[in-house]
């Protein structure tokens, strides 16, 4: 049996898609081939190690701290790393994290559509983080 991606943690059992356990923005996925069907994903999944590996995820997360709010469920880096995904997988449009979406077991928890459209049009017109002024934020100034 060829495994195509092992994690750090090694697959006792045998099966195609195994969470082992969650470290940084992406659960640990043992992805294994042997004549049963494959996710199709498994490029994503190599892609999501390579991240983990270099370090890249936790050089974003700080990079992107400013722009986190206090109450935000979703870091401003796995919604990033999340797009970047979609697109290697073949997505052209912010929508297409939805592919990601299908898959909380390989790829966790993904923002809302209208949570990464937010995201995206923070970053891309240059507004400057700072405080949540949401009239649920208890910090808020008038």
């Not at 090694?10 to 069907?37: A, M, N």
């Amino acid at each position: 049996m060829m495994g195509l991606a092992e994690g750090p943690v090694g697959c006792e059992e045998r099966s195609t898609s195994q969470v082992k356990k969650r470290i940084g923005s992406y659960p640990h996925v043992c992805v294994e081939g042997g004549g049963r069907s494959v996710v199709s994903q498994v490029g994503a999944v190599l892609l999501v190690e390579t991240v983990r590996k270099t370090g890249l995820d936790r050089a974003i997360s700080v990079a992107l701290r400013p722009w986190r709010k206090a109450r935000a469920v979703h870091d401003p880096d796995k919604v990033l790393l999340d797009v970047a995904l979609a697109v290697v997988l073949g997505g052209d449009c912010l929508a297409d994290v939805a592919m990601l979406r299908a898959e909380p077991a390989v790829f966790g928890p993904v923002a809302s559509d209208p949570t990464v459209s937010r995201l995206v049009d923070i970053l891309a017109t240059g507004r400057d983080a700072g405080p949540d002024r949401s009239p649920r934020c208890p910090g808020r100034r008038a």
